[in-house]
């Protein structure tokens, strides 16, 4: 008498959870918990300060060993929850995308260079009197990207695969125009809660480092306040864009007026209709790439015009009402004429 056993999709699902989880998450951490671990066990021996950052002529930045031994684990901490969340949800065929998977790799692969490379630099200065002598940390930075590389490549591929159709995309119904007849269509879209929020941090972050900056060292002020500008002109840059549809093609611009994108009409193949999940399939918002190829405006989770170029390359920009927008593209098309 034999028993048969069906893998049925939700077994499938629970088994792909456990290995994100494992990749994503408990292998990095339990990197790092080993790397704070030895740290924290040296500390009796190091000088006090110790040295925290490095030029090309030694040490030149000096503080308190806790901060340094607490930070890989803390980091890893922080982006493995963030890689493991991301990847929770599967596709609608219960893989994952590209981008989900690059993201629980790299979660490897970071929680190994700061083990290696951050626990160097604290290993070279057990017994030191004074942290100026400590030797360079190149060599144990390159050690720990390697390693983390060597690491992250078979994780790649102990999870699940990725799946090369995502999210199924929506050929419109081209709109119905005679010869004579023009149409243009435009839409403005702005980024979303989620990462207006992430964005405000950023800047009171910046402003932070400016007023601490401005008290403790006023000589590296212009640096603080060039970043904090820096941060607010992206803001004010990837904030916002205008997309329109219309005998120019696709034209995506900032409302800066830069960045712009424009893809004319020659160039298109085609022109469809897809749904977006922005951490999941880009990892972030604003101008983003996927492991797969795909380059676009991502500002909000929910629909997009997605373009393939003459090339195969697609373009995705994500926007109100876009079976509008990809149904003029399809109607002007020099096929659809």
């Known amino acids: 008498m034999t028993s048969t056993h069906t893998v049925t999709g939700a077994d499938a699902r629970t088994t792909h959870r456990r290995r994100l989880v494992l990749i994503g998450g408990v292998i990095p951490v339990a990197i790092a918990a080993i790397g704070a671990a030895a740290m924290i066990s040296w500390i009796p021996e190091l000088p006090d300060p110790i040295a925290v950052h490095w030029s090309g002529s030694g040490p030149d930045g000096f503080g308190q060993a806790w901060p340094m031994v607490l930070m890989p684990l803390g980091l890893v901490l922080a982006f493995s929850v963030f890689a493991v969340l991301i990847s929770w949800k599967p596709t609608v065929n219960g893989l994952l995308t590209a981008s989900q998977k690059l993201v629980l790799v790299t979660s490897i692969w970071l929680s190994t260079l700061l083990s290696v490379g951050i626990g160097g630099s604290v290993f070279i200065q057990r017994g030191l009197e004074d942290a100026t002598q400590a030797e360079e940390i190149g060599w144990f930075l390159l050690a720990g990207a390697l390693g ?4 992250a490549v078979p994780a790649w591929f102990l999870l699940p695969a990725t799946d090369p159709n995502p999210h199924a995309a929506v050929d419109p119904e081209p709109l119905e125009l005679h010869a004579t007849e023009r149409v243009s269509w435009t839409r403005t879209v702005v980024i979303g809660t989620a990462a207006l929020v992430i964005a405000g941090i950023a800047i009171c972050g910046a402003t932070v480092a400016v007023i ?3 008290t403790t060292a006023p000589e590296g002020v212009w640096f603080a306040v060039a970043s904090l ?6 803001l004010l840059g990837s904030g916002s864009w205008r997309v329109s549809a219309d005998r120019r093609g696709l034209v995506v611009r900032s409302v800066l007026g830069w960045p712009r994108v424009t893809i004319p009409l020659s160039d298109i193949r085609s022109a ?3 749904e ?8 972030g918002w604003g101008w983003r790439w ?13 629909q997009a015009i997605q373009v393939t170029r003459s090339s195969g390359k697609k373009f995705v920009v994500t926007v109100d009402d876009a079976a509008t927008g990809a149904a003029v593209l399809a109607a002007l098309l020099p096929e659809s004429r």
């Open 148 to 151: 983390g590389l060597l690491l």
């Open 212 to 214: 601490i900056t401005a």
């Open 229 to 234: 500008a820096f941060v607010t002109l992206l």
């Open 272 to 274: 469809q209709v897809i």
């Open 276 to 283: 977006v999940n922005p951490t999941a399939d880009f990892g």
């Open 290 to 302: 996927d492991a797969a190829g795909r380059h676009g405006i991502v500002m909000r989770r929910g």
